[in-house]
């Protein structure tokens, strides 16, 4: 086992255990804040595998963005620490028969799908790469993205501004 | 360095952990320096004496502190979340801690030279809001609550002007790494990227006053990032006592500051780095001249602090001149002022790139 082996298991670690901690705790402080480390170690896993931007992105983007939204939400809301949350069981049959179902596609996809396993070599950087790519074969998506985004903003703006009638 | 340990060790892990020793070390001198100049440079605008009594001019009152703070109770109120409390502290100092991954020392002493270094620089930084939003919420005190939504709100708000800048600057020197955008400014003051960049030319002198203007916007941002003042509400002592870390005593409170300390010198740095030619010399360096090549990379080190600390001198300065702002005025500052201007700064900088 070497050093990275570690490493990986300690990010692989830190995911998975802070995964279990967001959806069986009843504090939903509890649940966001380790949503945190989620994400964390993902990006972790990230890096290891050589996709260095969007490991930054995954911190950028979900710990420095959404997830503070998502805390700020919270913490706003008045009296949510009182709402019980329920995490108890129900409809235990067909909720096991559909994540079966789930689980049992996802696994055969994963082992009937001919991966390409070249022994690629780890970029030192994908930057530059996701950047051409985005701007010559994926530019149409890259722009509708980026209209989306404007819309969703001057939405929201629109409706923070409305007045009392 | 990075290759000195590896040979010395074998073994990439064990090295990286004894460079990552160096900007640790750097932290703590920034934290234990710069208190005692932060008060020393206040009573010097106050028109006061300071510290001068424990050691020749009070030079060791922050050491005789740092020895009280060790030995304090860590006394807690009844009614916090000890769970997140305790991470609180450290969330955030690791968050501030982690940044210096990126920063390059010297041309010797670089952490991780990274291509995506200042846009990890600007990620990990929001390690730092989940933290102190931890710290505000597990104390179950009005006061920090109100400070942590205060400094969350900020820091989200400010970083936008600041990676539209920093975006110019990539942009305009076409790499995200923090040692190559400083190597680019090498040789002499008139090819930092506050004069233009190295290329001579009209684009050259064009490019100047946008640049003096990106550099006021990221300063003033950046400033605000790290909760000085005149962006102090989040810990307003007038109105907040303390803000997120009202509820901290000892060695936990030691941790915020050590955090605070240490974001001040990492953002001067980012802003030397960016504008001011990170560690590189104005005026050449000596080892060149007298021919003694091992000398260059502790010049280049002195520069880099000395840059360093000029920047945080600065911030001292602004903090005993300045009056805080408003909660409100601080966000039309942000979001009618910083942020229109960095955009229109960011697209003229990226027109006169492509003369």
Known sequence: MTFYDIIFYLFAIITVASAFIVVTTRNIIYSGFSLLFTFFGVAGIYVLLGADFLAIVQIMVYVGGILILLLFGVMLTNKITNVDIRTGTVHLLPAAIGVGILFGALTSVMVYTEWKSEPGEIPLTTTFSIGKELLTNYVLIFELLGILLLIALIGAASIARREKE | ?355
């Open chain 2, 1 to 355: 360095m990075y290759q000195y340990f590896y040979d010395l060790t074998g073994n990439t892990i064990i090295a990286t952990l004894i460079v990552a020793v160096f900007p640790l070390v750097n932290v703590l001198l920034v934290a234990l320096i710069g208190v005692y100049l932060e008060r020393k440079v206040s009573a010097w605008i106050q028109d006061r004496i300071g510290p001068n009594r424990t050691g020749p001019l009070g030079l060791f009152q922050t050491v005789a502190d740092f020895l009280k703070m060790l030995q304090k109770e860590d006394a807690t109120s009844t009614e916090i979340d000890s769970k997140l409390y305790n991470i609180a502290p450290v969330l955030v100092f690791t968050g501030s801690f982690a940044a210096y991954a990126a920063i390059p020392f010297s041309s010797k002493l670089i952490g991780s030279e990274a291509d995506v270094g200042i846009f990890y620089v600007l990620a990990i930084s929001s390690l730092v809001v989940g933290g102190i939003l931890m710290a505000g919420w597990a104390s179950n005190n009005k006061y920090s609550m109100l400070g942590a939504m205060r400094s969350a709100a900020q820091i989200i708000s400010y970083e936008i002007p600041t990676a539209i800048i920093v975006l110019s600057i990539v942009m305009f020197t076409g790499t995200l790494s923090l040692d190559k955008i400083s190597d680019m400014q090498t040789a002499s003051f008139w090819n930092w990227n506050i004069f233009g960049g190295a290329e001579l030319g009209l684009t050259k002198f064009l490019m100047i006053p946008f640049m003096f203007i990106g550099f006021l916007i990221i300063f003033i941002s950046t400033l605000a990032e790290v909760n000085r003042t005149p962006f102090d509400i989040p810990e307003a002592e007038s109105e907040l006592v303390a803000g997120y870390f009202t509820e901290y005593c000892g060695m936990k409170w030691a941790m915020f500051m050590l955090s605070e300390y240490g974001n001040m010198f990492a953002v001067s740095a980012i802003v030397s780095i960016l504008f001011f030619g990170g560690y590189h010399s104005p005026i050449g360096y000596l080892g060149n001249s007298i021919g003694v090549e091992w000398l260059i990379p502790f010049e280049q080190a002195f520069w880099f602090l000395a840059k360093g600390w000029f920047f945080i001198l600065v911030q001292m300065w602004l903090r005993w001149t300045l009056p805080r702002l408003r909660v409100d005025q601080l966000m039309s500052l942000c979001w009618k002022y910083l942020i229109p201007y960095a955009f229109v700064n960011l697209i003229i900088i990226g027109i006169i790139s492509l003369l």
